[in-house]
T-cell receptor, first 113, second 112 residues
Framework: KAGVTQTPRYLIKTRGQQVTLSCSPI?????VSWYQQTPGQGLQFLFE???????NKGNFPGRFSGRQFSNSRSEMNVSTLELGDSALYLC????????????FGPGTRLTVL | SQQGEEDPQALSIQEGENATMNCSYK?????LQWYRQNSGRGLVHLIL?????REKHSGRLRVTLDTSKKSSSLLITASRAADTASYFC????????????FGKGTTLSVSS
């Protein structure tokens, strides 16, 4: 069974731009979660989607948004990029929502200049 | 603030030695999980222990959970160079609107 895939793997943007990251979960997994990882703040939860509905949302500004499609693939969007948005963005999928075992993708490394 | 706090932040050992990492958390949990991350890559799930369990084993891994002290430990026996990675605990709490909450991790370095 193929693992979680994320595209693109690396991205360089400038301040003020927007970016869309994509995540394809493991086949059959209906829950997708997004995390931001930085050296200073560690791993922080962004949001979780299950069956196209946002179930949980972390403490991030409205510039961070996401969605999930009927095939469980998910995208997250960051608008008006700031330097502090430079991070590794990780997507994880699981069979059910909530705090079950999560399967992580390799991440998208976003650099904001 | 972080729910889980790992201790120590960094650990250096020789191959063959045991490595112990600790995790403390603040609120009641449904389960606690440990993950490994190799440098700058995705996390790999290692083990999940439920709040009504006290100890769990998986290969060279042994996890304990003490809910009265709100703490957990991960023991890796007979460490190998390939165990070099960052290890994170993650808690599934009863708080609405949250999912897994990760600690900042322990960086383990195993030298041959």
């Amino acid at each position: 069974k193929a693992g979680v895939t994320q595209t693109p793997r690396y991205l360089i943007k400038t301040r003020g731009q927007q970016v869309t990251l994509s995540c394809s979960p493991i086949s059959g997994h209906r829950s997708v979660s997004w995390y931001q990882q930085t050296p200073g703040q560690g791993l922080q939860f962004l949001f979780e989607y299950f069956s196209e509905t946002q179930r949980n949302k972390g403490n991030f500004p409205g510039r961070f948004s996401g969605r999930q499609f009927s095939n469980s693939r998910s995208e997250m969007n960051v608008s008006t990029l700031e330097l502090g948005d430079s991070a590794l963005y990780l997507c994880a999928s699981s069979l059910v929502t909530g705090g079950s075992e999560q399967f992580f993708g390799p991440g998208t490394r976003l650099t904001v200049l | 603030s972080q729910q889980g706090e790992e201790d120590p932040q960094a650990l250096s050992i020789q191959e063959g030695e045991n490595a112990t990492m600790n995790c403390s958390y603040k609120t009641s949990i449904n389960n606690l999980q440990w993950y490994r991350q190799n440098s700058g890559r995705g996390l790999v799930h290692l083990i999940l222990i439920r709040s009504n369990e006290r100890e769990k084993h998986s290969g060279r891994l042994r996890v304990t959970l003490d809910t009265s002290k709100k703490s957990s430990s991960l023991l890796i026996t007979a460490s190998r160079a390939a165990d070099t990675a960052s290890y994170f605990c993650a808690t599934d709490t009863n708080q609405a609107g949250t999912a897994l909450i990760f600690g900042k991790g322990t960086t383990l370095s195993v030298s041959s």
